[in-house]
């Protein structure tokens, strides 16, 4: 039972986590709640020593501090620190951290091209026809989710739980 938590958990709350974002600018605080609270309760399951435990601490305390200085001078949301947190917690100190990261990055960068070039063309957008939410138009922000959930998803099957899940499952 613990396999079909570590699988689908973490994706579904990171998918939910960007569609949020998008349509709404804002990601709820439950979804972090939930991705740290399952992970304390699977993670004795899962068969983790109690260092490898410390070190998926490690990472979210590392991510943590880096994004909250960013928070701190006004770069990042406090939902995308916290959300990304939070997945750093599943991926542990690692190289599917690492990878996470780098692809959150990467895809973060894309995204922000993306929403700036569809708010300068949002009348011409309009009149064609294509539908946007309005709260993507005329935000100031960009709703980064969408990057951490992309960057979660593509890196989470590298990450050690994942590994764990498929080659103790039955």
């Not at 700036?116 to 539908?131: H, I, M, P, Q």
């Amino acid at each position: 039972m613990y396999q079909l938590i570590v699988l689908m958990l973490p994706p579904l709350c990171l998918a939910i986590a960007a569609l949020t974002d998008l349509f709404e600018m804002t990601i709820p605080n439950w979804i972090s709640v939930v991705l740290i609270t399952v992970f304390l309760l699977i993670s004795p399951m899962s068969g983790l020593s109690l260092a490898e435990f410390g070190w998926h601490f490690a990472a979210a305390g590392l991510v943590f501090s880096v994004c909250f200085a960013l928070f701190a001078l006004n770069v990042m949301g406090g939902g995308d620190a916290k959300l990304l947190t939070a997945a750093a917690l599943w991926f542990g100190f690692n190289h599917s951290l690492f990878e996470f990261l780098v692809l959150t990055g990467y895809l973060g960068g894309m995204l922000t091209i993306v929403i700036v070039l569809l708010r300068v063309n949002w009348d011409k957008l309009a009149t064609v026809g294509l539908r946007l939410p309005q709260t993507l138009m005329v935000a100031t922000k960009i709703p980064y989710a969408i990057a951490i959930g992309a960057a979660g998803l593509l890196a989470y099957p590298n990450s050690p739980l994942v590994i764990a899940a498929i080659q103790s499952a039955p």
